[in-house]
């Protein structure tokens, strides 16, 4: 059972260049999401998914792109990087969204992505 | 004001100390208290729930006063391993529905001394 996989770990663009974080889990989970982790702003939630066919902005959209085919994968697309999305990015999944008691979100090891 | 706040600390504490950090929330709507810990460079993971009526996990004990709305996490007889940055989480299902919108407080670094 390997969880929630992330790749890549680490990842360096050029301003203008696109590319795509997968994320993959194995525990049937409804609900998967993206964060982004900054210094002095927590986690920042980027979009998130109920199920397949099902995506949704979070607090910081703009700049990215998801979607949901499977249940099981939750690609995150950067179309244009920019270096204000230099940042360390992580999936993360639950049965019903990481709010109810009994259900935590189970995260993804993180990609290091740089945009220079 | 930031829908969740804590002391971002750094905490440093010798080993075998009592150690608690406090975390505060601004809607007083909000349903569901988790603490999680995140080693450096790693990812979050659950360290535990937090009960209306509080609740202990061994030398963790978690609280919560919904009056002054903050939850609470002490941490006794600190250990090395103990160093982290624990991370304050607060859930909250909008009244216009959807899905609950679980908020991540920016983090208390510990850092337990030998």
């Known amino acids: 059972n390997a969880g929630v996989t992330q790749t890549p770990k680490f990842q360096v663009l050029k301003t203008g260049q696109s590319m795509t974080l997968q994320c993959a889990q194995d525990m049937n989970h409804e609900y998967m999401s993206w964060y982004r982790q900054d210094p002095g702003m927590g986690l920042r939630l980027i979009h998130y998914s109920v199920g397949a066919g099902i995506t949704d902005q979070g607090e910081v959209p703009n700049g990215y792109n998801v979607s949901r085919s499977t249940t099981e994968d939750f690609p995150l697309r950067l179309l244009s990087a920019a270096p204000s999305q230099t940042s360390v990015y992580f999936c993360?999944?639950?049965?019903?969204?990481?709010?109810?008691?009994?259900?935590?979100?189970?995260f993804g090891n993180g990609t290091r992505l740089t945009v220079t | 004001r930031k829908e969740v706040e804590q002391d971002p600390g750094p905490f440093n504490v010798p080993e075998g100390a009592t150690v608690a950090f406090n975390c505060t929330y601004s809607n007083s709507a909000s349903q569901s208290f988790f603490w999680y810990r995140q080693d450096c460079r790693k990812e979050p993971k659950l360290l535990m729930s937090v009960y209306s009526s509080g609740n202990e996990d061994g030398r963790f004990t978690a609280q919560l006063n919904r009056a002054s709305q903050y939850i609470s996490l002490l941490i006794r007889d600190s250990k090395l391993s103990d160093s982290a940055t624990y991370l304050c989480v607060v859930t909250l299902l909008p009244f216009s529905g959807g899905y609950q919108k679980v908020t991540f407080g920016t983090g208390t670094k510990l850092q337990v001394i030998p």
């Open positions: 993360a999944s639950s049965y019903t969204g990481g709010g109810i008691l009994g259900s935590p979100l189970h």
